[in-house]
Nanobody
Framework: QVQLVESGGGLVQAGGSLRLSCAASGRTFSRYSMGWFRRAPGKDREFVAAISWIGSLTRYADSVKGRFTISRDNAKNTVYLQMNSLKPEDTAIYYC?????????????????WGQGTQVTVSS
């Protein structure tokens, strides 16, 4: 079992920044790749970013490339999502997830455990 707890969401104006955190417990966190996803109102959950188990490889959705940065601190069992230049269309619930196969995948169905999510609201 893996437990994931997201934090850092909130209300921010367009152009602002937020840093999300995801604290993991229950397994050897450093062995697995991690991902961030989001679900906007009325839309399906979508991939945002992923990071390899050691942190040397990352993937991003085109919609956030150049604005968001995923990172991890294995000593703290935490993965981060730094979000800059936020836009109203970034408004969503953001979820972190762990991929026990460490495949750096963008597919939702390939992730094994999920957090409860944290709300990010970007006002125009």
């Amino acid at each position: 079992q893996v437990q994931l707890v997201e934090s850092g969401g909130g209300l921010v104006q367009a152009g602002g920044s937020l840093r999300l955190s995801c604290a993991a417990s229950g397994r050897t966190f450093s062995r697995y790749s991690m991902g961030w996803f989001r679900r906007a109102p009325g839309k399906d959950r979508e991939f945002v970013a992923a990071i390899s188990w050691i942190g040397s490889l990352t993937r991003y959705a085109d919609s956030v490339k150049g604005r968001f940065t995923i990172s991890r601190d294995n000593a703290k069992n935490t993965v981060y999502l730094q979000m800059n230049s936020l836009k109203p269309e970034d408004t969503a619930i953001y979820y972190c997830a762990v991929d026990l196969h460490s495949s750096l995948t963008i597919a939702i169905t390939d992730y094994d455990y999920w957090g409860q999510g944290t709300q990010v609201t970007v006002s125009s």
